[in-house]
């Protein structure tokens, strides 16, 4: 299997765009970008003595030198861990510490917070992003001879994408090179993918959706990307048209705000095949008002630690099959299990499993949770889904308590354990609860230890010290306490109940 994608393009289409940086202006053709990965491997191997299989940490905003990274990736082996930059310092801290990286690259702003974690014994050297931009500048016109030999197991991860855990603590899903091929050409049998593709890639790094979802697969088949580095509405309206995209990935709060922009009407997308939309459920008029546009919609589902494009609903079926995530792509095998791992007839919720090549071989260093998350060959995703008489899957509820606020996955345990260590807050449960503009939001109920007293803007205050800004909590109800079932276990179900009516709240 070949894989080294770059290498290849850089020999049938060396002066097509790879990549282009929107903000800067400055872009990579294939040949460049084969240059600098093939620059970059004997720079990381001497300057830093990186071997196969080393943990490059990533800490950066959407840039080219991500992609040269991935090219120095296929060509030795090395294995990137792209870091969200939005969480708190001891959370990235634990996420370093957890991957054990070799590396770290970083922009400055975001390095100088972890300076007391960077500066124990025998901690990760460092890189400054600035100076791998500027080795980029330097070298990508550079031709370098030199061959690599490294060996390759297809199962050997490319990246680990860290996903918030249900323990509370977030787990590095290995997503391999085998992964990373098998989601290309799932994605690219599903949709319209070829050398002549266009996209807009406004979706971070730190998630597999910047990567795996349009990225890789048009690296794969020779196509153009333009980077941005944060989503603006406005922008990627005008940059889907002036880029002539013909493909964009976004989630439903991005295509509301995008649709309520004044220049929508106005803005011509006719290159844009359709707009492949996943995350969450997408309303119905917000669907037909992109359709009343000419932009068809296609619904879909993935996860991290499966491909990530599992399902694809065609934009004929997005009105008549409201709610779908569509049916499994080419090499995506489904089953729809009981409590007792046994399948259920059509139309019957039942947990969503998951088998193929784009499966993940586990979890980094977690053999625990790995274990937990396979049936045999199957990948049990924790969502609660039916399948009716046309093979369509619709998404029931989620096993695992998720909710999803602007796009971003969020785990009421990771969020649970940081406000039971606020030392006035004795019992604590988190649920998502409906937000106009973010689809859903967090309301924390909380029981304060006896004789203590808390204000919902010190907790608020106390959250957004050691979380993401989009997992604290937006809502802060207390209560003298938490309802418990027959097991003494938090009744979530009658939180959710209570949370649709009425409720006191911050």
């Not at 008549?320 to 399948?343: C, D, M, Q, W």
Request: hydrophobic share 40%; charged share 20%.
């Amino acid at each position: 299997m070949q894989r080294d994608w770059i290498q290849k393009w850089a020999i049938y289409s060396p002066d097509r765009i790879a990549i282009k940086e929107f903000e800067t202006g400055r872009s990579l053709n294939y040949l460049q970008l084969n240059n600098l990965g093939q620059h970059l491997v004997t720079w990381l191997q001497q300057r830093f003595h990186l071997q196969a299989k080393d943990r490059i940490a990533i800490l950066a905003e959407n840039s080219l030198a991500h992609v040269a990274l991935f090219s120095a990736a296929q060509k030795a082996n090395f294995t990137l861990v792209p870091i969200n930059y939005r969480l708190s310092t001891p959370e990235i801290e634990y996420l370093l510490q957890d991957a054990q990286a070799s590396l770290l690259i970083a922009e400055d702003r975001f390095r100088k917070a972890l300076t007391p974690y960077l500066e124990r014994p025998a901690n990760i050297e460092t890189w400054g992003w600035d100076d791998l931009e500027n080795f980029c500048d330097q070298h990508k016109d550079q031709l370098c001879q030199q061959q690599f030999s490294v060996q390759i197991d297809e199962d050997d991860p490319i990246f680990i994408l860290y996903t918030s855990g249900t323990t509370g603590f977030p787990k590095g899903a290995l997503y391999s090179h085998k992964m990373l091929f098998w989601n290309s050409i799932n994605t690219s049998i599903s949709l319209i993918i070829n050398s002549e593709s266009r996209t807009i890639n406004c979706m971070p790094f730190f998630h597999t959706g910047g990567w795996n979802v349009l990225l890789t697969p048009f690296l794969h088949h020779g196509g153009y990307s333009c980077l941005v580095k944060k989503f603006e509405p406005q922008l990627v309206l005008q940059l889907l048209a002036e880029e002539q995209a013909t493909l964009f990935m976004g989630v439903p709060t991005m295509l509301n705000m995008m649709a309520a922009e004044p220049s929508f009407e106005e803005v011509t997308l006719s290159n844009l095949h359709y707009i492949i939309v996943g995350g969450e459920p997408m309303p119905i008029p917000l669907i037909e008002q992109w359709h009343d546009k000419g932009v068809p919609i296609r619904q879909g589902y993935g996860m991290t630690e499966v491909g990530p494009n599992l399902t694809s609903l065609h934009q004929d079926d997005a009105v008549r099959k409201k709610g779908s995530i569509g049916r499994p792509n080419f090499y995506v095998e489904t089953r729809i299990v009981n409590a007792k791992g046994l399948p259920v007839p059509a139309n019957t919720p039942g947990e969503l499993q998951l088998k193929g090549p784009m499966v993940t071989p586990g979890y980094w260093q977690n053999p625990e949770a790995t274990q937990k998350a396979f049936d045999g060959p199957w990948f049990k995703t924790g969502d609660r889904v039916r399948e009716d008489e046309e093979g369509y899957l619709f998404v029931v509820d989620r096993i695992k308590n998720m909710f999803i606020s602007g796009g971003e996955n969020v785990y009421p345990a990771e969020v649970e354990r940081v406000l039971l260590s606020h030392p006035a807050i004795a019992e604590a449960a988190v649920i998502g609860v409906p937000d106009v503009k973010w689809g859903e939001v967090g309301r924390a109920y909380l029981c304060l230890k006896e004789e203590s007293s808390c204000e919902p803007a010190e907790v608020r205050n106390f959250c957004t010290e050691r979380l993401a800004k989009f997992k604290v909590p937006k809502q802060i109800v207390f209560l003298v306490e938490l309802p418990k079932n027959d097991t003494g276990k938090i009744d979530r179900k009658r939180l959710k109940t209570e949370a649709k009516s009425p409720s006191d709240q911050s």
